[in-house]
């Protein structure tokens, strides 16, 4: 099952369908406030939380008793929440994209970026908005890329509810909480996990290291030259990386960290 990010819906998935559907049942739903799913009013429907226990719902609804969770950006934070709540349901976690607001130093001006890019919806309307986000930091690499791909994604950003999308960011982005306040949870998680992003994710890359560090079962995968839609980006790249995973996993292969690969020395020959 893949969770889209909060610039794309499900149509970000394409090219995965396209390629895990030859021998996985790939299953793509949007998020609450993006349509065809239910666009609540009020910003309090709206948390990192029920974002978890949507995938759960899917999942429930087509008689799914466990998944290989596959998220990007929103969703990958979406993922590992799903890892945490609902553990038995997932075969693995692919976590994409995943850090933004993260870094307790960065946390206000995070919340804050939040409320100035729902108010910009609210007063401007989606188009205005998206002329802008497109062009941000880790999504001129797509962009330079693939012209075409981008001014795609950017059409899509458009079509977006202005409701559903300024309350996603003051519901869900400004709110969930931060990964170094998530330590001693990720500690606990035991499903096979993929850790994946952009070189150029430049939020993206210390909180990358913090889940490979902290989750037992977890591998990091940093594809080079990349923004932040890889799967957009670079989709062959990206739809091999995730499928070696998913092949180790459903092989039984995939390895849970041997604890002496932790040390407060560097060479492990310290006293």
Same mark, same amino acid.
């Given at each position: 099952?893949?969770?889209? &990010?909060?610039?794309?819906?499900?149509?970000?998935?394409?090219?995965?369908?396209?390629?895990?559907?030859?021998?996985?049942?790939?299953?793509?739903?949007?998020?609450?406030?993006?349509? #065809?799913? @239910?666009? !609540?009013?009020?910003? =309090?429907?709206?948390?990192?939380? $029920?974002?978890?226990?949507?995938?759960?719902?899917?999942?429930?609804?087509?008689?799914?008793?466990?998944?290989?969770?596959?998220?990007?950006?929103?969703?990958?934070?979406?993922?590992?929440?799903?890892?945490?709540?609902?553990?038995? +349901?997932?075969?693995?976690?692919?976590?994409?994209?995943?850090?933004?607001?993260? *870094? !307790?130093?960065?946390? &206000?001006?995070?919340?804050? *970026?939040? @409320?100035?890019?729902?108010?910009?919806?609210?007063?401007?309307?989606? /188009?205005?908005?998206?002329?802008?986000? /497109?062009?941000? #930091?880790?999504?001129?690499?797509? &962009?330079?890329?693939?012209?075409? %791909?981008?001014?795609?994604?950017?059409?899509?950003? /458009?079509?977006? =509810?202005?409701? %559903?999308?300024?309350?996603?960011?003051?519901?869900?982005?400004?709110?969930?909480?931060?990964?170094?306040?998530?330590?001693?949870?990720?500690?606990?998680?035991?499903?096979?996990?993929?850790?994946?992003?952009?070189? &150029? @994710?430049? #939020? $993206?890359?210390?909180? %990358?290291?913090?889940?490979?560090?902290?989750? !037992?079962?977890? /591998?990091?995968?940093?594809?080079?030259?990349?923004?932040?839609?890889?799967?957009?980006?670079?989709?062959?790249?990206?739809? +091999?990386?995730?499928? @070696?995973?998913?092949?180790?996993?459903?092989? %039984?292969?995939?390895?849970?960290?041997? #604890?002496?690969?932790? =040390?407060?020395?560097?060479?492990?020959?310290?006293?």
């Amino acid at each position: 099952i893949f969770v889209h &990010e909060f610039a794309g819906d499900l149509r970000s998935w394409e090219s995965q369908i396209r390629h895990f559907g030859k021998r996985y049942r790939a299953i793509v739903y949007n998020a609450r406030g993006f349509p #065809p799913s @239910d666009v !609540p009013e009020h910003v =309090s429907s709206y948390s990192q939380a $029920c974002a978890a226990d949507d995938i759960l719902a899917v999942l429930d609804h087509i008689g799914a008793p466990k998944a290989h969770v596959v998220g990007l950006s929103m969703g990958g934070f979406a993922t590992l929440h799903f890892g945490l709540r609902h553990p038995h +349901r997932a075969n693995s976690l692919c976590i994409g994209g995943c850090g933004y607001g993260a *870094e !307790p130093e960065k946390r &206000e001006i995070f919340r804050a *970026e939040a @409320d100035t890019i729902a108010g910009m919806i609210r007063q401007d309307g989606m /188009a205005a908005f998206a002329e802008r986000y /497109a062009y941000g #930091p880790t999504r001129v690499q797509y &962009e330079n890329k693939d012209p075409r %791909g981008h001014a795609e994604f950017k059409r899509m950003l /458009a079509e977006h =509810s202005a409701i %559903g999308s300024a309350n996603t960011q003051q519901g869900v982005q400004k709110e969930r909480p931060s990964l170094y306040t998530l330590v001693e949870e990720m500690k606990r998680i035991a499903v096979p996990t993929l850790v994946i992003h952009g070189d &150029e @994710d430049w #939020p $993206c890359l210390l909180p %990358g290291v913090l889940m490979k560090q902290t989750i !037992p079962s977890a /591998a990091l995968a940093v594809m080079p030259n990349c923004g932040h839609a890889i799967n957009l980006e670079e989709p062959d790249e990206y739809n +091999r990386i995730v499928g @070696d995973f998913l092949g180790l996993v459903d092989s %039984g292969r995939w390895p849970q960290r041997d #604890p002496r690969a932790i =040390s407060a020395s560097i060479t492990g020959m310290k006293d």
